[in-house]
């Protein structure tokens, strides 16, 4: 049985790998990752704020930049909040490229072109065998045109694709106009992959307190339904390596995900819920569903869901939609009867 994939021009034993978050964080855990199946990891993020932090930092010779310049900043973690600190997390990459047989993806988390997007080449220079870039950004001002958005996310991915040779993966939101034009954008500007989809937190509201609360809730299997649907629309349309990030839970969830298209499947809510031995009970899942169905290799099934067959597949959609919609009915009691 041949579970091997192709992603971001890398070979990988299996589509399943361990996506951003913190079960890189130490060495141990990454290798018990290996041991148990995983064909790639993903570092947690290193942020655009944190770096430019840390260089303001260095420029004032302080120990609280939050507070040396504008006042939006102060609402960032403090610097001693974050996780790794840059150079931790450079000689992190050089501990997990020493430690592990597969391969490292490092994960630069940013919203605006800056000074920050070097250290792209500084994972580079570390080891990284791939760089995974996070396009998180929530526009909040009526006056920002979404143009004017993607075109300063275009020029981020430019810049980085530019200043390494290792590929670039870009990780980004469900929430443009027309996610299948992005990608294809981030493919000329050299992205060599697409993960589908970053999360947004959503926060709450203490109503006692009269207070924000920003809430970190772990995925579930209902998250994923959002991702087949543009890997299944984006998939036929691309060159890109696709992977799935968030909602997969089961073997079924990873078999959808390559139905769909993707090239991989990122897991990290449940690897966090049951530990490094999922790996294996995801794996011989995959297994299993193959040889029922008369599969022999990954590559015989993958995108064979998408919509590449489809002549309209906005007509498809929007015809599901409504017939979704037009299926629901209220009973009355005697109707019942």
Not at 10 to 28: F, H, M, Q, R, T
Not at 270 to 290: E, K, N
Request: a negative charge; charged letters at 20%; aromatic letters at 8%.
């Amino acid at each position: 049985m041949n579970l091997s994939t192709q992603y971001l021009g890398l070979k990988l034993s299996n589509p399943l790998i361990v996506g951003a978050g913190p079960l890189c964080d130490s060495i141990e855990s990454a290798r018990d990752l290996q041991d148990a199946g995983a064909a790639a990891v993903v570092m947690r993020s290193l942020f655009e704020e944190q770096i430019e932090a840390e260089i303001r930092a260095l420029s004032f010779n302080i120990d609280t930049p939050a507070e040396s310049y504008a006042e939006a900043t102060s609402y960032f973690p403090n610097y001693s909040e974050y996780q790794l600190a840059p150079d931790q997390y450079l000689r992190q990459i050089e501990a997990l490229k020493s430690t592990l047989t597969i391969p490292v993806i490092a994960s630069l988390n940013g919203a605006r072109p800056g000074g920050w997007i070097d250290y792209a080449r500084r994972f580079e220079a570390a080891g990284a065998d791939a760089v995974e870039l996070n396009l998180y950004q929530l526009v909040t001002r009526a006056g920002v045109l979404a143009g004017e958005v993607e075109s300063d996310l275009i020029e981020i991915v430019r810049q980085v694709c530019g200043s390494v040779k290792v590929p670039v993966s870009v990780k980004i939101s469900p929430f443009h106009t027309s996610p299948a034009n992005f990608a294809l954008a981030l493919e000329h500007a050299g992205a060599a992959g697409v993960v589908f989809f970053n999360r947004f937190y959503q926060p709450d509201f203490d109503l006692d307190e009269m207070e924000v609360l920003p809430q970190l809730r772990l995925s579930d299997s209902s998250e994923l339904l959002l991702r087949l649907r543009w890997l299944a629309i984006v998939s036929p349309q691309v060159r890109l390596s696709l992977s799935a990030s968030g909602g997969v839970h089961s073997s079924e969830d990873a078999l959808k995900a390559l139905f769909a298209g993707a090239h991989t499947v990122q897991v990290v809510s449940a690897l966090l819920r049951h530990g490094p031995h999922l790996f294996p009970r995801l794996l011989d899942g995959i297994r299993i569903w193959m040889g029922e169905h008369g599969y022999s290799s990954v590559d015989e099934f993958r995108g064979a869901m998408n919509l590449r067959r489809c002549p309209d597949p906005s007509a498809y959609e929007r015809a599901n939609y409504i017939r979704i919609l037009q299926a629901w009915r209220v009973t009355t009691p005697r109707e019942e009867a």
